[in-house]
């Protein structure tokens, strides 16, 4: 994997220069240097840490891509949500809002992309549109890359596994095809969550 390459994708030029690439050996050491330096923001699927969490991030990450800030005010979203959804839920405030960033952030050049570690965390970047759409192409077991799509508000599906404990999510951060879960097992014991039909082998959680 080329960090420089893809890094360059995300940062500005002042940022990338400032990374001392050549030191990082490792995945998770990059990632977790980039969430040191809020140049890429963890948000867990029940909701923000903090009023304007998202807002904040979204718009640094503007002012470092583009020089200019948001063409929004930080309440807009909020504001969104509650003309919106009539009988909100725990943990939809976060693909709500997901969406309504990247749409205006769509109208500044940029998106919004999501790297998929296949809990229940987002873990969320910005890059122009083009490049955005050349990290989803990279082919890699760590660095997965998708853009947000919730739009045809398939539910987050939530294993137990009985076996070993493990809990996966499935559907967090792309919505999922039902017939995409068959032959879905366990990633640490290998215990069967779906039989090749979609038939579900362990209690499966829905939230939608």
């Not at 998202?54 to 990450?61: G, I, K, M, P, T």
């Not at 990247?102 to 919004?112: A, E, F, P, T, Y």
């Not at 137990?160 to 879960?181: H, M, R, Y």
């Amino acid at each position: 994997m080329n960090y420089k390459v893809m890094l360059a994708k995300v940062l500005s030029e002042k940022e990338l220069a400032d990374m001392d690439i050549k030191k990082i050996k490792e995945d998770d050491a990059l990632l977790e240097e980039l969430i040191r330096k809020e140049y890429a923001l963890v948000v867990d699927w029940s909701g923000e840490e903090g009023n304007n969490y998202l807002f904040n991030f979204f718009n640094q990450r503007t002012v470092s891509l583009l020089g200019r800030q948001l063409d929004i005010s930080s309440n807009e979203v909020y504001q969104q949500f509650d003309k919106d959804i009539d009988t909100p839920k725990r943990g939809d405030f976060v693909p709500f809002a997901l969406e309504y960033f990247d749409k205006h952030l769509k109208s500044n050049g940029l998106r919004v992309v999501l790297l998929d570690m296949g809990n229940d965390t987002y873990y969320i970047f910005v890059a122009p549109k083009t490049d955005a759409d050349r990290l989803t192409k990279i082919k890699s077991t760590f660095w997965k890359f998708k853009l947000v799509s919730f739009q045809n508000k398939t539910p987050l599906y939530v294993a137990n596994c009985p076996k070993c404990g493990n809990i996966q999510f499935f559907g967090l951060d792309t919505d999922i095809d039902e017939k995409n879960l068959a032959g879905k097992s366990c990633s640490d014991c290998g215990t069967l969550f779906w039989d090749d039909n979609g038939n579900e082998m362990v209690e499966i959680e829905k939230y939608y």
